[in-house]
């Protein structure tokens, strides 16, 4: 740190810092008054499905929006323990997990990786790619690196999107389809972050 043109310690500086402060001026003792503020509402977001957004309030829901409502929905551990019995994982309970999002690795970024919270040895972990629209070949192709990169430690690699075409095939018994749906939200209709979670489901694809 640099005083007058010459590096000081972090204590020194401090400590100069103290002694022109006590020079500013006297002790203030009279009496304090509260600071009044106008009543207030808290902001609450709410996000629709379109191209075009003009209110300052509402967002264009977008997959960066899915990936939280998903981290948040895989914390309940009613809906971890039935997603993990649907891809057949049963040595494993959700308390087991923690959910983390964006994991950097040489091969890109991993949006949503559940890993073991408490490992003995190796670490097991799942890895989800999360596509707003519909899946194509090359996100089955992105995911299976993602797979392959973690090796023997991946348990299975989950490509979630709205739509799974027919023609999209996987090559790796690790990777699984999945389609997000919010029952009968309508997402051309603004809801708030909230609304959505409650109502968002997975369906794992056979």
Request: proline fraction near 3%; glycine fraction near 6%; include cysteine.
């Amino acid at each position: 740190m640099q005083r007058g043109g010459y590096w000081k310690s972090h204590f020194q500086a401090d400590q100069t810092t103290l002694q022109n402060v006590s020079h500013m001026g006297e002790i203030f003792r009279g009496r304090t008054e509260t600071l009044k503020m106008p009543a207030y509402e808290t902001f609450v977001p709410k996000f629709v499905r379109g191209k075009s957004v003009r209110s300052s309030q509402i967002y264009q829901f977008r997959e960066v929006i899915l990936q939280s409502l998903l981290r948040q929905h895989f914390l309940n551990p009613e809906v971890l323990n039935d997603f993990l019995a649907k891809l057949g994982i049963k040595s494993l309970n959700a308390l087991e997990f923690e959910v983390l999002g964006e994991k950097a690795l040489p091969e890109g970024y991993v949006d949503i990786i559940l890993k073991e919270a408490w490992p003995r040895g190796m670490v097991r972990q799942i890895v989800i790619e999360v596509k707003l629209g519909a899946a194509s070949r090359s996100d089955v192709e992105q995911l299976q690196r993602y797979v392959n990169e973690i090796g023997e430690e991946c348990m299975a690699g989950i490509l979630v999107a709205e739509r799974v075409p027919k023609e999209t095939k996987v090559g790796d018994d690790r990777i699984h389809l999945a389609t997000y749906g919010f029952n009968d939200i309508d997402l051309r209709v603004p809801h708030n972050f909230e609304a959505l979670l409650s109502n968002i489901e997975l369906f794992l694809k056979s």
